[in-house]
């Protein structure tokens, strides 16, 4: 069971996140932050699926720049930490139907990959302005921002509510990060090093 969950992570991540849009859209009734999960759950299953098989390579690419081989197993398997990621965000808040607050950690993350992904084509270098995952993460953020103008509109977000969501985002991704490159062998610590190296490489 634990090598089939290894093996198809990113495949069971879609069949959850299928199963919960669908029983949704059954039940009907749903919230304005309900809906919003809705849509994140849409678009992170669209960019999983961009990022790491149609086109893919991500993942490719970052091990390039950490100077290792991930095999397939290890590519597949890193989706867990992922998914937990994501499945815990996006629940989270459907089920806090009523809290703006439980939203904003989804809604961060989906900001910071609109950043990520442009950022990542400087990084690896890509030869064309498009790096693995890129225009699933430009919609995300797109619609971030929209998340953002509609809490503005109606007042229904704090100023300290928009820190405690970038903080629990910031937080949950560097725990995730970290729980990946344990997993291909690296140490989280020495990745500003690597970070600063990939960077400072000529063209």
């Known amino acids: 069971m634990r090598k089939f969950i290894e093996y198809y992570a990113l495949e069971i991540y879609t069949v959850i996140s299928m199963a919960v849009l669908t029983a949704a859209g059954l039940a009907g009734g749903m919230s304005m932050i309900q809906k919003a ?8 299953v669209l960019h999983e699926w961009e990022e790491m098989k149609y086109p893919g390579g991500f993942a ?8 290792i081989e991930i095999n397939e197993e290890i590519k597949r398997a890193s989706r867990i930490p992922t ?3 994501l499945l ?10 009523d809290y703006p607050l439980a939203l904003l950690p989804i ?9 990520v992904h442009i950022f990542a084509i400087r990084l690896f270098r890509c030869p064309k302005f498009y790096s693995p995952g890129l225009v699933t993460a430009e919609l995300q953020a797109l619609f971030t921002i929209g998340v ?17 969501g970038a903080s ?9 990060q970290k ?15 690597i970070l600063k190296r990939q960077l400072s490489k000529k063209d």
């Open 60 to 67: 490719d690419y970052i091990a390039k720049m950490l100077g």
């Open 148 to 164: 953002f103008a509609c809490f503005a509109k109606n007042n229904t977000v704090r100023p300290i509510d928009y820190l405690i």
């Open 107 to 115: 809604a961060f993350l989906g900001l910071f990959e609109g950043f």
């Open 88 to 97: 815990t965000f996006t629940l989270v808040p459907f089920f806090l139907r």
């Open 37 to 44: 999960v809705l849509v994140y759950i849409f678009l992170f």
């Open 179 to 193: 729980t990946i490159t344990k997993m291909v062998g690296v140490r989280y610590g020495d990745m500003p090093k």
């Open 168 to 176: 629990i985002t910031v937080a949950c991704f560097m725990v995730m």
């Open 83 to 85: 998914s937990i990621l």
